[in-house]
């Protein structure tokens, strides 16, 4: 009787799984599957591929190779994450103050959550010009010189930094709002009736409950960082320089060297380390919300 | 009541829009490809739009078997497309090619030798065309392609500025020089020391100038960077220095997409373009106020250009059609159809030496000869590529060399030393034979990474059958 | 909690200097976007034009400028050698130069890609709300073997960078013939791990009473999922749908893959095409730009509740 019930809902199941799972096994775990394949040869779309064992993850190791450094270039991206997080929040935090006007602010700061990233990235390519580009004029006239941030190996990543938390600082906009939105005033009213001034309110009352929306936003967020490449390609145009990050190879590599195994390889690279700080992260997070 | 209701509306909604679209989804006509033949290009709009009054009109008076049908690609991306079309045995049948790509293509197989068809076709001859195209179309030896069209380098320059200065026009008789001695008298800064007015951009035409000072960026075989000569960094570090000693110029730190709108608006008085600006500018400056003039010399005259061709596919099977379409692209009828916005430069005589292009429509008071005077004197603009690289390779390196430079990260020699070696471990990572080995390390990897998978669930599974009560 | 009148002063600033930095490169965008050719980069916050024709001497002159000297023009009379100066304001006047906009509309054509877009955009939204929430009911709801363990890889696949699936992808399209239709532009959007996983969360949160109410009443599985969770899930699935379409509005990298022929093209990739708009005229980009942002701008201001109340459901139960 158990073992035919069982059944019956293994089938009913997969019934319901089944249109979810095709696209999911065609379009996706096949794939991976198929790349994770093809990093152990050596393809370059034309011939045939040429078994190679791990000849690629120890070319990526090896001491020739700039993995290292663009290693390096895709965890600085991560600074990302808490500058745009920290944006959001306090936006949010006044938006949620409800001001007189708050809906043309609303508008303003909801908007780049629709904006596509290229006609964004063309804009900010300018912004960041290095004659006669908006933030040169603004460190100008505060007394400092040029800086080119597109182009100087120094500046360039915290250049499209910038861009990136302008850009991503939207969308978390809109989730701490409406988290913000979700916390009962009661909570605040008996805080304030014992004392507690509006800082303590914030870190004792807020934060916390917050916690959630922080753990949804940090992983997305990372997720995100990691996997920088628009803005690079467009602002750049095809030159990285000082961006040039994991995933940027894995383009790189691809599409103009046509070394798929080798791409392939890196591309799995950087999943280990997305799935490693994003466990970190849950671990973390997951503490700090049971503590609370 | 209401909210039952209301989801029944929304139930229903949803599921006619799902029917709808279902059945609008299925019935989406999608031609299929080997009904056509298909002719692949990129370009602007308007070139778009010759190509497909172009493809009309063969369609309507030739009545080919097969029609032809237009596959358009984003310029910035055309060669790589094509080269995953090709993987995937995807090509279109006629490929408008441009010359930098053809020893790759030829390499991987893409296109087809040509040479015996134009063996057979008694009547179709490469004589109407400009002789300094057809040894691009060529691999050794061997046709590959056939001339279309091309675009020279020349010397842009403001007759109001020169006018005003009295320096006589540029010409043939001008060298590196004379151009910089020009620029610094046409340079021009405010009371505060901000330059206004920039005399010359030579950045576009910097792999030229290092041909007209005897270097080369590739050696002749293409397999091998040579950018780390004397003559090369001699020519690298007079463009470097028009910006960063002279101040008569700007360095590639600044936008290079600003140039075009600077020489229009009056604050650059000579940039080295191709031909495609020429209607541009005509366009947007006082009438009269932009000609053009050759290149400077260097210690040899060399000029530079562009050209395009079209190939047909190796993959195709329909190869006689696509060789009689492709013989109307480039016949003098078909040429006169996609020149209208004077953008390139037909390849076939007749047409080029007439008013045609002499009087182009687009250019009428400009020195149209200058564009064909550069051509037999051209180096491939802006690198001779060869098999192995890609154009993004060496305009990368490029690209990061002079950033090196311009920022003071490194001396000339040192920067382009750094692109020699970047680009030879390109080439050998191209040439790279792969030697097949058995399986060890990946059969290790997989079992230990299987393995640390699987290892949190087996311990709850022995866990579960030691404290089966446990939650 | 009462604000003071400091407090209120207070974040009224910093709200403002926020909406600056977030506001300044639209208004810049819009800014030159009606600049005329040649005065784009004169690093002016208006647009300007400068005349060709001057009042000299009680005519009306065809000059030409020769040069910028601090706040004068040196002019030169066509046809002469007089050389004269004016002052700035006299030869150039504030002018937008809205021909950008129509320039930008004629080359691109803007109305095509917009119904591609949307055919697009629609069946990808429609097919992902019937997926996923057909997906998120079984994994929610529904007990069967490995359950726990496919979710769990749908998880790990949001992670893989997608330069690396296009290759597969594009092969398998490839192979079924796929390749330049808008079928094989759709069908790889219709599954998402993101849609079924936000799904699934939201569904976690309905009551099994009602479940269980219907059930007896004898509702089978589907019946269920229909009369129960679907009906309850109207925010969440109106939220789902709107970041969908945004999503798939907005997408150029797969689009631009499969689609070559010019009349299937979407809104990005349309525009990315046609080089027009990026040669020379950069006030004219800028007006494609701005053309191209303002259906999602649009778009947002209709969906903005559904935004909002979808996420408060969705988001936070991450």
Sequence with gaps: MKTKRTLRHALIGYAFLLPSIVGFLLFTLGPILFSFLISFFDWDLFSHPVFIDTANYERMLSAGSRTWDYFANSLFFLIIVPCQMAVALAVAYLLNEDLKGSLIFKVIFFIPVVLSAIPVAIIWGYLLDTENGLLNGFLMSLGGGRIAWLYDSAWIKWGISLMAVWQGSAFSTVIYYAALQGIPDQLYEVATLDGANRWRQFWGITMPLLTPTHFFLGITGVIGALQLFAPIYVMTHGTAGGAHNLIFEVYWKAYQEFQMGYASALAWILFLLIFLLSALYWKYVRKSADYA | ?471 | MRRGPLTTTFFYLLLLVFSAWYIVPFVWALVTSVKHPGMVFDGRWLPYERSRLMRIDGQERDIRIIEERGDRYLVRVTGTEELREFPRNEVERISPNWKNYAEAWNIVPFGRYFLNSILISLCITLGQLITCSLGGYAFSRLHFPGRDVVFLAYLATLMIPAPVLTVPIYLLLREYHLLNTYQGVILPGLFSAYGTFLLRQFFLTIPRDLEDAARIDGAGTFGVYLRIILPLSGPALAALATFVFVGSWNDFFWPSIVLTDPDMLSLPVGLAHFNDIYLFEYGRLMAGSVISIAPAILMYLLFQRFITRGVVMTGLKG
């Excluded at chain 2, 709808?20 to 009904?35: G, N, R």
């Excluded at chain 2, 358009?72 to 090709?86: K, P, S």
């Excluded at chain 2, 675009?151 to 026009?169: C, Q, R, W």
């Excluded at chain 2, 076939?348 to 292009?357: N, P, T």
Aim: net charge positive.
């Design chain 2, 1 to 471: 009541m209401a909210g039952e209701r209301t989801s029944r509306t929304m139930f229903i909604v949803f599921g006619l829009l799902f029917l709808a679209t279902a059945v609008l989804f299925l019935t989406l006509s999608s031609e299929t490809s080997s009904q056509f033949l298909v002719f692949s290009t990129w370009g602007t709009a308007t070139e778009v739009e010759s190509f497909q009054k172009l493809i009309e009109h063969y369609n309507t008076t030739r009545r080919p078997k097969h029609r032809v049908k237009l596959s358009h690609g984003e310029q910035n991306q055309y060669t790589e497309r094509l080269l995953v079309q090709a993987a995937a045995r995807s090509l279109p049948d006629v490929i408008h090619l441009d010359r930098k790509d053809l020893p790759l293509f030829v390499r991987k197989g893409i296109i087809h030798d040509l040479t015996p068809i134009l063996e057979r076709d008694s009547v179709f001859s490469l004589e109407g065309f400009l002789p300094a195209l057809l040894p691009g179309c060529q691999d050794h030896g061997r046709y590959y392609a056939i001339p279309h069209n091309f675009s020279t380098m020349v010397l842009y320059f403001n007759k109001d500025h020169f006018d005003a200065e009295g320096i006589p026009y540029p010409d043939s008789t001008w060298t590196w020089d004379t151009l910089l001695r020009a620029a610094g008298r046409l340079t021009k800064t405010d009371p505060h020391g901000k330059i206004v007015r920039y005399g010359c951009l030579m950045n576009i035409v910097l792999t030229t100038m290092i041909a007209q000072n005897g270097g080369r960026v590739l050696n002749e075989a293409c397999d091998s960077a040579v950018i780390a000569s004397p003559e090369s960094e001699g020519a690298v570090q007079w463009v470097v220095d028009l910006s960063d000693r002279h101040r008569t110029s700007w360095s590639i730190l600044a936008q290079n997409l600003q140039w075009d709108d600077m020489f229009a608006g009056g604050r650059l008085s000579m940039i080295a373009n191709g031909r495609w600006a020429a209607a541009w500018y005509m366009r947007s400056m006082a009438s009269g106020s932009v000609d053009v003039a050759p290149l400077p010399r260097g210690r040899y005259r060399k000029g530079a250009a562009v050209s395009h061709m079209m190939a047909i596919s190796a993959q195709s099977s329909k190869q006689d059609e696509a060789w009689e379409f492709l013989k109307f692209l480039v016949s003098e009828e078909g040429q006169r159809m996609v020149n209208r916005d004077g953008a390139n430069i037909p390849a076939l005589r007749s047409v080029v030496y007439s008013d045609e292009f002499l009087r182009h429509h687009t250019t009428p008071t400009m020195n149209n000869r200058v564009f064909l005077d550069e051509l037999p004197v051209s180096v491939p603009w802006p690198f001779e590529l060869g098999p192995f690289v890609t154009h993004y390779t060496l305009q990368s390196q490029l690209d990061l060399a002079l950033r090196r430079i311009h920022l003071g990260q490194a001396t000339t020699h040192q920067s382009l030393m750094i692109m020699q070696e970047n680009i030879n471990a390109a080439i050998r990572a191209q040439r790279h034979v792969p030697a097949p080995r058995p399986f060890v390390g990946s059969v290790l990897f997989i079992v230990c990474g299987v393995t640390l998978a699987l290892a949190p669930l087996v311990i709850r599974f022995i866990r579960r059958r030691r404290h089966p009560d446990a939650p």
